[in-house]
């Protein structure tokens, strides 16, 4: 089973200050950043992860499954199970209409994989609640296959489904068997679609060492530990220029190109991506890997910071052998390692008339509001002034929920309604309105956001979600009466 050497960076020509200067980098540009662990020479060189997620926990993969998918298919490929140059429509023809359109009946795998299908956006999003993979086939389309990139997550989740109806199981059992000897965690799974489908496009969830482990069986070519795990020609094919994607790029980092389902990047290597910063980073030239996971959904060109920061404090600064140890350096390494937590929100001081406020329920006015009630409450230190956490507690159809946040520091908890893993901090803005915000640290990623503003007897309160499917009841505005 593969495992890893650890080794101090500068043994692997690394300066430990390069590291230092990213993280703190991220940090000052507030990326909620949840891991980072870098590998150079095969040689883990760095492992951190931001309390209060830790190495145990598994994380929302997102797009990252995507590259996992394109690794299944090249597994069938080696079998000689299916052909890149299949027609996609012979494997479902349950799901294929009898007037098919032609443009659908001529698409290939290899047309999905480069994402250059015949649809412009992911076919199952215009009804989630109809079958995701016939979808794909009965959508109308927007231009002939082959011809253009646009980026179409019903692409991989059919070839999901695809391999999960030539092997008879699930796609990441699949993955697991063939690449045994990478010791992928038995606890990572794939969500499903409500048809039973894994979401071979957005749906992994695992460990950070897992997309670590994935990463280096690409970036050797499927060899690993001297057995080629698969034909090293699909692996080269994968990670190569096929498609220019820079009409489409909002960012920098995504108008490299795109080869099977793994992009390219401005270093001249590849990276497996998942949205909110789930980042495989290959950098060959350098003989470099780093992984990070993050929730950069509500921060604008929060995935460039990501890319920038290593490629800007770290790369400029290698060095082909090693380099002197510094000890001091080593240790402030370790230090800053042993420190990394999510960053709590800050504000302004607490108001005056913070008593008028908490321990009072307001209740909700808005029409149609599935929401009946809220109330704050405060753990008030013994001064009387300053609170060290916080609950929000507020009835949503008739059932009581509450969520906990600190005041300049995380507490930790189940989100209510959906029972995920969260962290959240409050703090008071200078307008005198409250703000809490949740991250969502479990298999759904992203954040909930409250905006508190107490008038006399009124409360006003503004919701917002950043998260791909869930939480759609905590958006928008509700005004409350006491």
């Avoid at 909700?364 to 809220?374: C, I, K, W, Y």
Wanted: with cysteine.
């Amino acid at each position: 089973m593969l495992t890893f050497t650890k080794a101090a960076p500068e043994e692997t020509g690394v300066p430990s200050e390069g590291i230092i200067r990213m993280i703190n980098r991220l940090q000052k540009r507030r990326i909620p950043m949840h891991s980072l662990l870098l590998m150079r020479h095969d040689k883990l060189i760095f492992e951190g992860y931001y309390a209060p997620c830790r190495a145990d926990n598994l994380h929302r993969m997102f797009s990252i499954s995507k590259s996992v998918t394109s690794i299944a298919i090249g597994l069938l490929v080696d079998e000689g199970r299916v052909s890149l140059d299949d027609p996609i429509v012979q494997y479902f023809p349950e799901k294929v209409p009898q007037n098919v359109h032609p443009w659908i009946a001529q698409m290939t795998i290899r047309d999905m994989l480069m994402m250059r299908s015949c649809h412009a956006a992911t076919t199952y999003k215009k009804n989630m609640a109809a079958d995701w993979v016939e979808s794909y086939f009965t959508t109308p389309p927007t231009h002939p296959p082959a011809t253009l990139f646009h980026y179409d997550t019903s692409a991989p989740h059919t070839l999901c489904a695809l391999v999960e109806k030539l092997t008879g199981g699930s796609m990441l059992d699949y993955i697991k068997k063939k690449l045994d000897i990478l010791g992928l965690s038995p606890e990572s799974y794939m969500i499903a679609d409500p048809f039973g489908v894994s979401m071979g496009g957005s749906g992994l969830v695992a460990y950070s060492m897992d997309m670590l482990k994935f990463g280096y069986f690409i970036a050797h070519r499927g060899n690993v530990l001297g057995k080629q795990l698969i034909s090293p020609s699909y692996i080269d094919m994968a990670v190569s220029m096929l498609t220019e994607t820079r009409v489409t790029a909002p960012l920098p980092s995504e108008a490299q190109g795109y080869g099977l389902q793994i992009w390219r990047n401005e270093q001249n290597g590849f990276v497996c991506y998942g949205m909110g910063g789930q980042l495989i980073i290959c950098l060959p030239d350098y003989d470099l890997i780093c992984v990070t996971t993050a929730d950069t959904q509500s921060v604008q060109g929060g995935n460039q910071q990501i890319y920038d920061a290593l490629y800007e404090e770290i790369l400029p600064y290698l060095q082909d052998a090693a380099i002197a140890c510094d000890k001091s350096g080593e240790k402030a390494l370790a230090d800053v390692c042993a420190s990394l937590a999510m960053e709590p929100l800050q504000g302004a001081d607490t108001p005056e008339n913070i008593g008028e406020i908490a321990e009072r329920t307001f209740k909700v006015l808005t029409p149609d509001s599935d929401f009946e009630s809220f109330c704050v409450h405060f753990d008030l230190a013994e001064h009387k002034t300053e609170q060290s956490a916080g609950t929000l507690s507020f009835v949503h159809k008739g059932t009581p929920y509450a969520v906990r946040f600190g005041m300049g520091f995380m507490e930790t908890g189940e989100y209510p309604i959906y029972n995920q893993r969260y962290a959240a901090s409050g703090a008071w803005l200078f307008d005198g309105t409250l703000h809490i915000k949740a991250h969502i640290i479990d298999a759904y990623v992203g954040c909930v956001q409250f905006q508190l503003a107490f008038r006399g007897d009124e409360l006003t309160i503004f919701m917002s979600k950043k998260e791909e499917s869930l939480f759609k009841e905590f958006q928008g505005h509700l005004y409350c009466k006491k």
